[in-house]
C-alpha cells in the first residue's frame, strides 16, 4: 500500500511540474492594427499559437496546411494566431511592414500579432518557426495541451503520416485524451 501510496505522489508531482499554462497577453496585430488580447479568447473551446516567420521556407511549406486547418476547425470554437517574435531588422519580411504585407497578399483571416521583445516566446519555450502551441481556456489561465511541429513532413503534406496538431483538436474537441502532447517542432530558429 505503502509503494501505491509514493507512485501516486510522484506521479502527481510529475504531471503538476510537467503542465504548463499561460497567462493572457496583448500584443499588437498587424492584421488590422489593433491590440489583440488573449483574453478575449477565454470562452472558446482551444487557442492555436504558431510562432511563425516571414522568411523561413518551413513557414511557406507549412502556409497551406495552417489556412486549411483554420478554416476547418474555426466553425468548432478554435482560433488561430500566428506570432512572429524575430527582431525587426533580421529582414524586411520580419519588420512590421513585411509582416502587413504578408497578411495582405495571403489574405489572412486571424491575427497576426508582433512581440518583439519575446515575451511570449520566453513563457511558452518557443525555439523555432514554424512552433505550434495547442491552449485550452481555463478561467484566467491557458493550459498548454500540445506543444511542437504541425505534422511529421514539412516538405510534403501528401507524406504525412502523424498529423500532430489536427489529431490534437480533434481530440480536445471531442474531449477524448491527447496521446501526444509535445513533439520536436522543427523549422528555423527565432532569431
Known amino acids: 500500500m505503502r509503494k501505491i501510496s509514493i507512485l501516486i505522489i510522484v ?9 504548463q499554462s499561460i497567462e493572457a497577453f496583448s500584443l499588437p496585430n498587424v492584421a488590422d492594427n489593433t491590440n489583440f488580447s488573449l483574453s478575449s479568447l477565454k470562452s472558446d473551446k482551444a487557442v492555436v499559437i504558431i510562432f511563425f516567420s516571414g522568411k523561413c521556407a518551413y513557414n511557406e511549406y507549412y502556409l497551406g496546411r495552417i489556412l486549411s486547418l483554420q478554416q476547418k476547425f474555426a466553425p468548432q470554437g478554435v ?9 525587426g531588422d533580421y529582414v524586411e519580411e520580419e519588420s512590421l511592414e513585411g509582416m502587413k504585407s504578408f497578411v495582405s497578399v495571403n489574405d489572412l483571416s486571424f491575427p ?36 511542437g511541429a504541425i505534422d511529421d513532413n514539412p516538405q510534403s503534406a501528401n507524406d504525412v503520416s ?14 477524448n485524451k491527447i496521446e501526444v502532447n509535445q513533439t520536436r517542432p522543427v523549422g528555423c530558429l527565432i532569431k
Do not use: D, G, W
Not at 506521479?11 to 510537467?18: D, E, M, S, V
Not at 482560433?79 to 527582431?87: G, V
Not at 491552449?135 to 491557458?142: G, I, R
Not at 502523424?162 to 474531449?175: D, P, R, S, V, W
Open 162 to 175: 502523424h498529423a500532430y496538431l489536427q489529431e490534437t483538436l480533434i481530440n480536445l474537441l471531442n474531449k
Open 11 to 19: 506521479l502527481i508531482c510529475h504531471f503538476t511540474l510537467n503542465a
Open 79 to 87: 482560433k488561430f494566431l500566428l506570432i512572429n517574435s524575430n527582431k
Open 112 to 147: 497576426y500579432l508582433a512581440v518583439k521583445e519575446m515575451k511570449v516566446k520566453n513563457a511558452l519555450h518557443a525555439s523555432r518557426t514554424p512552433e505550434v502551441f495547442v491552449l485550452e481556456p481555463n478561467q484566467n489561465l491557458f493550459n498548454v495541451v500540445y506543444k
